[in-house]
């Protein structure tokens, strides 16, 4: 599975942008997540969803801020970015799971259950 993250840049406080995390491969991935780090910081969960978009789960950080969804048709997962604040710069890194189905929220908040990462886009929130 390789996994390609687009969409990062640089914006202000209170902007919008939408993450995009394009998988190949022919491997099935159960769940799909989004994870951020800071300088300094240790990798942080931000949300994930399962392979039928039937479980999703947030950060308490970013909830009701970000929106990830599913694409399967295009093997694409997005994150939707809304009222972006300064503390929300990082790089943000897409991850998928393929051994298990049916994980619960505890597991998908964890970056050990992934199997593959992308490598990461910067988004710079000014203040």
């Known amino acids: 599975v390789q996994l390609q993250a687009s969409g990062g840049g640089l914006v202000q406080a209170g902007d919008s942008l939408r993450l995009s995390c394009a998988a190949s491969?022919?491997?099935?991935?159960?769940?799909m997540g989004w994870f951020r780090q800071a300088p300094g910081k240790e990798r942080e969960f931000i949300a994930a969803?399962?392979?039928?978009?039937?479980?999703?789960n947030y950060a308490a950080s970013v909830k009701d801020r970000f929106t990830i969804s599913g694409d399967n048709a295009r093997s694409t997962v997005h994150l939707q970015m809304n009222s972006l604040r300064p503390e929300d710069t990082a790089v943000y890194y897409c991850?998928?799971?393929?051994?298990?189905?049916?994980?619960?929220?505890?597991?998908?908040?964890?970056?050990?259950?992934?199997?593959?990462w992308g490598q990461g886009t910067q988004v710079t929130v000014s203040s």
């Open positions: 491969g022919r491997t099935f991935r159960y769940a």
């Open positions: 969803i399962t392979y039928d978009g039937a479980t999703t």
């Open positions: 991850a998928a799971h393929v051994r298990i189905a049916n994980l619960d929220v505890t597991a998908m908040s964890s970056a050990e259950t992934y199997d593959f």
